[in-house]
T-cell receptor, first 113, second 113 residues
Framework: DARVTQTPRHKVTEMGQEVTMRCQPILGHNTVFWYRQTMMQGLELLAYFRNRAPLDDSGMPKDRFSAEMPDATLATLKIQPSEPRDSAVYFC???????????FGPGTRLTVL | GENVEQHPSTLSVQEGDSAVIKCTYSDSASNYFPWYKQELGKRPQLIIDIRSNVGEKKDQRIAVTLNKTAKHFSLHITETQPEDSAVYFCAAMGGTSYGKLTFGQGTILTVHP
């Protein structure tokens, strides 16, 4: 069955390094969401796109995070430079429209040392 | 913006008992309320959702109720089974945050055999 895919599944890096996470939404879905999950903050929305255009990135630290959709089959989330407090699981989700169910990917577990 | 409070944070029941998780939201214009189940190390998966034009929705052993006046909604699981053990998240979307899901902090449900 169709699923959202994310790569890498795990990433360990050192502070100051650049991290790029990738997401392939379900074919035909036109909305893509990036979430961050931590024990302390729970699930937080970082940014989301509709038809590849960014709609809201207010949840994202602008100085180090950036999100893009180079094409309809690829969304990227980049952190540069990474910091230990960025350690979390980053989920991508996709949907058909804004006000309907979102399907989550398996997540990228990021550890910044 | 929207604020979602979820209770309890942990819930322990015996197999066969019922479990109830409650959420309150702050934005009276919110109109979509999904519930997600997340097993350890896995992605959140939608288990049921409700829109603001209905008061209750059932799907086999799970049901969700919505009280728009009081701005709260609840998840009911009957005849619980050990495989129901997971973290459950409520969320709200719509109104001034259209397209943006705001999640509750989660409830760790443990069903003892």
């Amino acid at each position: 069955d169709a699923r959202v895919t994310q790569t890498p599944r795990h990433k360990v890096t050192e502070m100051g390094q650049e991290v790029t996470m990738r997401c392939q939404p379900i074919l035909g879905h036109n909305t893509v969401f990036w979430y961050r999950q931590t024990m302390m903050q729970g699930l937080e929305l970082l940014a989301y796109f509709r038809n590849r255009a960014p709609l809201d990135d207010s949840g994202m630290p602008k100085d180090r995070f950036s999100a893009e959709m180079p094409d309809a089959t690829l969304a990227t989330l980049k952190i540069q430079p990474s910091e230990p407090r960025d350690s979390a699981v980053y989920f991508c989700a996709s949907g058909l429209e804004l006000a309907v169910e979102q399907f989550f990917g398996p997540g990228t577990r990021l550890t910044v040392l | 913006g929207e604020n979602v409070e979820q209770h309890p944070s942990t819930l322990s029941v015996q197999e066969g008992d019922s479990a109830v998780i409650k959420c309150t939201y702050s934005d009276s214009a919110s109109n979509y309320f999904p519930w997600y189940k997340q097993e350890l190390g896995k992605r959140p998966q939608l288990i049921i959702d409700i829109r603001s034009n209905v008061g209750e929705k059932k799907d086999q052993r799970i049901a969700v109720t919505l009280n728009k006046t009081a701005k709260h909604f609840s998840l009911h699981i009957t005849e619980t089974q050990p495989e129901d053990s997971a973290v459950y998240f409520c969320a709200a979307m719509g109104g001034t945050s259209y397209g943006k899901l705001t999640f509750g902090q989660g409830t760790i449900l443990t069903v003892h055999p």
